[in-house]
């Protein structure tokens, strides 16, 4: 059974820094043969997704949501992902979830916009005070 755990999220102030991980156990291989992201959801809004790292390469994908502040990288050894987020704004208070699937380039990138990755942790809270 795939288990998403995440850790890392804390109240910080704007322009602050902070870097969420996730642990994932239960794969039938690495995290690099899965295509991984995260996602964020504000109470009331719709779950959008921030930043996507697909399997077997280090290509990445951010909606504008996660451009230019967000790096999303993962240790294949440890079999872990991460997300340094820099800059941060209140607009980025969030719980902040991992997610994975084990799924091709193309499926994995229509399932990430339509927010329909297989597998989901619990998530991490993230505040950002101004």
């Known amino acids: 059974q795939v288990q998403l755990v995440e850790s890392g999220g804390g109240s910080v102030q704007t322009g602050g820094s902070l870097t969420l991980s996730c642990a994932a156990s239960g794969l039938t291989d690495s995290v690099n043969s899965y295509c991984m992201a995260w996602f964020r959801q504000v109470p009331g809004k719709e779950r959008e997704g921030v930043a996507i790292i697909y399997a077997g390469s280090d290509r990445v994908y951010y909606p504008i949501s996660g451009q230019f502040r967000f790096t999303i990288s993962r240790d294949n050894a440890k079999n872990t992902l991460s997300l340094r987020m820099n800059n941060l704004r209140p607009e980025d208070t969030g719980m902040y979830y991992c997610?994975?699937?084990?799924?091709?380039?193309?499926?994995?990138?229509?399932?990430?916009?339509?927010?329909?990755?297989?597998?989901w942790g619990q998530g991490t809270q993230v505040t950002v005070s101004s």
């Open positions: 997610a994975a699937e084990r799924k091709s380039l193309y499926d994995c990138y229509s399932d990430f916009l339509q927010h329909e990755l297989d597998y």
